[in-house]
């Protein structure tokens, strides 16, 4: 059992940054997969990033790609969220997963949620 919990979240002017955190329990953080999700008022949650558990490689969907920086850190049970250079459709709930398979953009495939933290860009 893993279990999630996000923060960073908060109220930016266009173009500033954030940080989101997402905090781990469980001794086995480092052999999971980890995401980012995000949903907008009134749209369905979208993939925005996946780590593998080594944190090699990474996975950006093109809206963010230049924009946001994934990363982990295993030995404090953490993975991070950079987002940088924020517009407004950036707004949304947003979400880490843990994946006790393969690094993957598919929500489904994802074991635990965070419960979300909320981020919004004002214009």
């Known amino acids: 059992q893993v279990q999630l919990v996000e923060s960073g979240g908060g109220l930016v002017q266009a173009g500033g940054s954030l940080r989101l955190s997402c905090a781990a329990s469980?001794?086995?953080?480092?052999?999971?997969?980890m995401g980012w999700f995000r949903q907008a008022p009134g749209k369905e949650r979208e993939f925005v990033a996946t780590?593998?558990?080594?944190?090699?490689?990474?996975y950006y969907v093109d809206s963010v790609k230049g924009r946001f920086t994934i990363s982990r850190d295993n030995a404090k049970n953490t993975v991070y969220l950079q987002m940088n250079s924020l517009k407004p459709e950036d707004t949304a709930v947003y979400y880490c997963?843990?994946?006790?398979?393969?690094?993957?953009?598919?929500?489904?495939?994802?074991?635990?949620w965070g419960q979300g933290t909320q981020v919004t860009v004002s214009s």
């Open positions: 780590i593998t558990w080594s944190g090699l490689s990474t």
């Open positions: 469980g001794r086995t953080f480092s052999s999971y997969a």
């Open positions: 997963a843990a994946n006790r398979g393969i690094v993957t953009r598919i929500e489904s495939e994802y074991d635990y």
